[in-house]
């Protein structure tokens, strides 16, 4: 290192990480979009390599719907305090629901589309949800929003893979195709960026079209395919069965004095004269089913041939890539293999873990599930099928949520007894406690109302008390 080199990085002004070293790969400088460093060709090998992966890998597809469970489980509560009106409103969203209210193909529920557009998310890049003037929903693949040359480009704005861009930088439209008979894609129409929902992974702000979440671990998928390859071809070789021959050193002589050169022939076996057939060179065993005798010389000796179990550094590494691979999506080892951890280090990647789809599931609500109902509700004022009661003069005014269900306690008696004691501790409220396990406390109280009411009647008799 120089004197000048020296004297600057003792007074701070050098950053060796971006420093070229023969020990590294050289550092390349891209000033490219997203867009641009994954271009439609590039893009087209990504989606489909993904696609294939979950086709054919079941630890792949295992890691996607592993996600997909954690994070596209929602249940609707209107909570406007209105007991009427939030019941009206509730049924209305239910009916909605089924595939045949709210799926253009009549094929798919609400929740069915929730999990297909957040599915099409993690392995294509993004996917797109179109609002019918029906007030049904059609589901659009990545692949089918591309490039058209007649695009209505807005003055001063941009034609990214498809998503017509303004002089700001907003999408004000998606040209969409549809899929030929042998594969090619043919232009239908531009839609509204007004009426299309986009569910996209983003990592930048000059980025347009997102990218599967399975990219970075792309290559650690084939390397565990390929390791899994491996692994199998050893154990089909290690369930034949070798054996070595080993033989003493002749002096030449038999017991006899005489040279041992006599033929040998395989026995009760003749050639079409009726002379025997002579034996071959090597060992004399003749394998069958069940228990096998070897004949052996003096001097002979047979051993089976098995090669060793895998390594532990071989071991060590298909794990080390599973865990690259799940990673992709957050996913914990330990959920992939309960037996590696106990209780307290379950507890703790389910917590973190927990922590992670929060995050996916916050903007899976503010992104795709608040902007539908939104819509819906307010085509349903504008037809008279949902009436606004006094209380609530705007649309905007009410008020409702998307409650994500969670799993089941981990150790009930201990997790019950800890809420109970942070609640009597006024460091949490019931509504908060039952909002975390995905229940809604005002339906709990009036069950009990309901039961407590049931129970009075049929032999008066107070079961419990709210």
């Known amino acids: ?30 000033h490219k979009s997203e867009d641009r460093e994954l271009p439609v060709g590039e893009r087209a090998k990504a ?22 469970d954690f994070t596209t489980n929602y249940h609707f509560q209107s909570k406007t305090g209105i007991a009427d009106f939030d019941r009206q409103l509730e049924t209305l969203v239910t009916w909605w629901s089924r595939p045949k209210n709210c799926d253009s193909t009549g094929r798919n529920s609400f929740s069915a589309l ?3 557009i957040e599915s099409l998310r993690a392995s294509d890049g993004d996917s797109f949800l179109v609002l019918n003037q029906d007030g049904t929903l059609t589901g659009i693949e990545s692949d089918r929003i591309r490039d058209w040359e007649k695009a209505p480009i807005p003055p001063g704005g941009k034609q990214v893979q498809g998503v017509l861009v303004d002089a700001n930088g907003k999408p004000v439209g998606y040209c969409l195709h549809y899929r030929g008979e042998d594969g090619q894609f043919v232009f239908d129409r531009v839609l509204d960026a007004s009426y299309v929902i986009v569910n996209a992974h983003i990592t930048r702000f000059d980025q347009y079209r997102g990218i599967s979440s399975f990219m970075p671990s792309l290559n650690a998928w084939r390397d565990l395919e390929e390791a899994q390859e491996f692994t199998l071809v050893r154990m089909k070789i290690q369930s034949l069965i070798g054996v070595k021959y080993t033989t003493q050193p002749s002096d030449g002589l038999d017991d006899g004095g005489i040279y041992d050169d006599e033929p040998r022939y395989l ?25 096998t005798d070897i004949e052996l010389d003096e001097g002979e000796n ?3 041939m098995e090669s060793a179990h895998p390594t532990t550094q071989y071991q060590t590494f298909l794990q080390s890539t599973l865990l690259q691979c799940l990673k992709a999506l957050s996913i914990p080892l330990s959920f992939y293999d309960e037996s590696l951890v106990n209780f ?5 990647a389910w917590i973190n873990y927990n922590a992670s789809a929060e995050v996916v599931r916050q903007r899976l609500r503010e992104n795709i599930l608040y902007p539908i109902l939104d819509w819906k509700i307010a085509t349903w004022v504008a037809s008279g099928m949902l009436k606004l009661p006094p209380e609530i003069k705007y649309v905007s005014d009410i008020n409702y949520e998307f409650v994500s269900e969670t799993i089941p306690y981990l150790n009930p008696s201990q997790e019950v007894s800890a809420n109970i004691a942070a609640i009597n501790a006024n460091l949490t409220s019931r509504t908060q406690v039952c909002k975390e396990r995905g229940q809604d406390f005002d339906e709990i109280i009036a069950d009990l109302r309901k039961e407590n009411k049931a129970i009075q009647e049929m032999n008066g008799n107070k079961a419990s008390t709210v």
């Open 1 to 30: 290192m120089g004197l000048i080199s020296f004297s600057k990085k003792l007074i701070g002004l050098s950053y060796d990480g971006v420093k070229s070293t023969p020990r590294r790969k050289n550092i390349l400088v891209s």
């Open 47 to 68: 989606v489909s390599c993904v696609r294939d992966l979950l086709r054919n890998n079941q630890v792949a597809r295992w890691c996607l719907n592993k996600h997909l």
């Open 114 to 116: 929730i999990r297909l």
């Open 267 to 291: 026995e009760n076996v003749k050639d079409e004269n009726g002379n025997p057939v002579p034996a071959p060179d090597g060992p004399r065993t003749e394998w069958g089913k069940g228990i």
């Open 302 to 304: 047979a051993e089976f």
């Open 344 to 348: 307290s280090s379950s507890r703790s």
